[in-house]
């Protein structure tokens, strides 16, 4: 892997903030710190989209929007309209968290219908569509065959986790993740990315963006390495 530049690891990230007792001034300080580090995205709920993207008009960061976050227990019709509207009300970028119901059922032509529809109204209006599938609720096939489906869909992304399982990413799993998909589908990693080590052994792996919460401590914990490889050097 090259060595990143600052800019480069910073535009993988989405900065999430996604907890339910937020205030408007905890998202604007979220979307402002976004913007001074460049950050890919917001990652944040649905209702709050208008607000960030106002508060991030002209920044070059978009809002990353969760649908039927974090359960994926709503219908295929719920999901495609959360999706439409929230993408009409400002989101650059659209999660959804697969039904893991059906995918425990065995009910593949249900998973592969709900993601082709989410996947396709993403695709007429020119939105990033990341599939989420809680890895830490699923058996080794179940994640082989959500690629297999991923791969005959093509989102844009397929993502580890939400962040509120009882699992977070692994280097183990963006591994299997791009043994299936290879460059076909991109990886994002998510789910307790804590520090730059976290990050950079996930990238290593295969992950094309990362999902976490501590996107400035990564960002400055990078600087200080580059700086001091640099006096080493």
């Known amino acids: 892997m090259n060595k990143l530049t600052v800019e480069e690891l910073a535009g993988m990230i989405d900065q999430t903030l ?7 001034e905890d998202l604007r300080k979220h979307c402002e710190t976004a913007a001074q580090y460049k950050f890919k995205t917001v990652a944040i709920n649905n209702a709050p989209v208008p607000f960030c993207k106002k508060v991030l008009e002209g920044s070059g960061v978009l809002c990353d929007a969760a649908v039927s976050f974090p359960l994926g227990q709503s219908t295929i019709e719920t999901k495609v309209f ?3 509207d929230v993408i009409e009300k400002g989101a650059g ?7 893991l119901v059906e ?17 396709e109204v993403c695709n007429e209006r020119n939105i990033t569509t990341k599939v989420i599938f809680e890895n830490c609720f699923l058996t080794e096939e179940e994640k082989k065959k959500l690629c297999d489906i991923a791969l005959m869909v093509k989102p844009t992304f397929i993502k580890t986790s939400t962040g509120y399982g009882t699992g977070g990413a692994t280097v183990e799993d963006v591994k299997l993740m791009k043994a299936c998909v290879k460059d076909a589908v991109k990886i994002k990693a998510a789910g307790g990315i804590r520090d730059i080590d976290d990050a950079l052994a996930l990238i290593e792996a295969g992950a094309n963006r990362l999902g976490t919460s501590k996107g400035v401590e990564i960002v400055e914990q990078y600087k200080l390495r580059l700086a001091s490889e640099f006096i080493q050097s």
């Open 18 to 24: 996604l907890e339910q007792y937020i205030s408007n």
């Open 82 to 84: 959360e999706t439409i």
């Open 93 to 99: 970028e659209v999660d959804y968290v697969v039904n």
């Open 103 to 119: 995918v425990k059922n065995g009910n593949w032509n249900y998973v592969e219908e709900e993601m082709r529809r989410i996947v």
